[in-house]
């Protein structure tokens, strides 16, 4: 049986995605609704998955999310993803989530994490290897 793991690209130093948090994405709490950070965090993993192998991917699970904080208007979301994974034809991505709060006094605070699985498919919408092209001889 062949084995069909691959080597992940190492991790970036930035995140995948940046946004402000809006009065138009809370909860009748006053805190921004969790649905819409779930929306960012497949994003997040989506442009991690394209950066392993440019190729098209479906969202199969969210493994775990745990929600650590509450996040609040204003807040400035980043999202870090990082391949932990790549099979034949699934991509597991951890995805960390940052809120940078700029509210006396300003920090930052781990909010949300989660593990995502992608699937690569084809033009016919079935699964397809994924390939991990060299990075050009570089170090990886």
């Given at each position: 049986?062949?084995?069909?793991?691959?080597?992940?690209?190492p991790p970036r130093n930035e995140?995948?995605?940046?946004?402000?948090m809006m009065p138009r994405d809370t909860n009748a709490e006053g805190s921004i609704f969790g649905g819409v950070i779930l929306s960012y965090i497949d994003q997040a993993a989506y442009v991690e998955a394209k950066r392993q192998a440019p190729l098209r991917y479906v969202t199969v699970s969210m493994k775990e999310v745990v929600f650590r904080e509450p996040v609040h208007v204003g807040d400035v979301l980043s999202l870090y993803a990082q391949a932990t994974?790549?099979?034949?034809t699934s991509m597991t991505i951890s995805v960390q989530v940052m809120a940078e709060r700029f509210a006396p006094p300003p920090s930052t605070a781990r909010v949300t994490e989660a593990e995502v699985v992608m699937?690569?498919?084809?033009?016919?919408?079935?699964?397809?290897?994924?390939?991990?092209?060299?990075s050009g001889g570089s170090a990886s």
């Open positions: 049986m062949t084995d069909h793991k691959k080597t992940p690209r995140p995948d995605i940046r946004v402000v994974r790549i099979g034949r699937v690569a498919i084809g033009d016919d919408c079935q699964p397809r290897e994924i390939e991990i092209e060299s």
